[in-house]
């Protein structure tokens, strides 16, 4: 926990949000501003800034919340398939478009066109 962490306070429930899932590790959520018909996103529940902070020992549970992906995707509207699918993105630090400063997997999906992005 990382005082006055947004993402923190989020995966304590401290914060309200609309939660598509929880383990003992990871927390996924509905984004407050979608960009996409689906748009969710995974975080770990432990404070990690960015993937410049990651590293090899890191590996394991970053697999898994890769793991985590398709499924939340789909349970969560995402059409599966290769006609389907969804986008992964990790925005990292400023200049990788970082706004929240707790890693987290964007999960977008959904009938195009898209808002943004
Ligand atoms: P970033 O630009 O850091 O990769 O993405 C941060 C994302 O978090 C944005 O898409 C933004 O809409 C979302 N977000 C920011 N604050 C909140 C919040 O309080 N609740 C939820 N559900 N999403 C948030
Ligand atoms: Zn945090």
């Known amino acids: 926990m990382s005082d006055n962490c947004i993402f923190c306070k989020i ?3 401290e914060i309200p949000s609309r939660k598509v899932y929880e383990d003992d590790d990871f927390f996924a959520f509905h984004d407050i501003n979608p960009a996409a018909p689906v748009h969710l996103l995974l975080i770990p529940k432990r404070h990690v800034v960015s993937l410049q902070e990651v ?5 394991a549970w970053l697999g898994r919340m890769v793991t985590l992906a ?12 290769p006609e389907g699918g969804f986008r992964v993105v ?5 200049e990788g478009g970082q706004e929240v ?4 997997m964007h999960i977008l999906g959904g009938p195009r066109p898209w808002n943004k992005r």
Request: charged share 15%; hydrophobic share 30%.
């Open 90 to 94: 990790f925005n990292n630090g400023t």
């Open 70 to 81: 398709p499924a939340l995707a789909r349970d969560n509207g995402c059409t599966p398939g």
């Open 11 to 13: 995966a304590k429930g």
């Open 101 to 104: 400063a707790h890693l987290h």
């Open 55 to 59: 590293q090899e020992s890191d590996a």
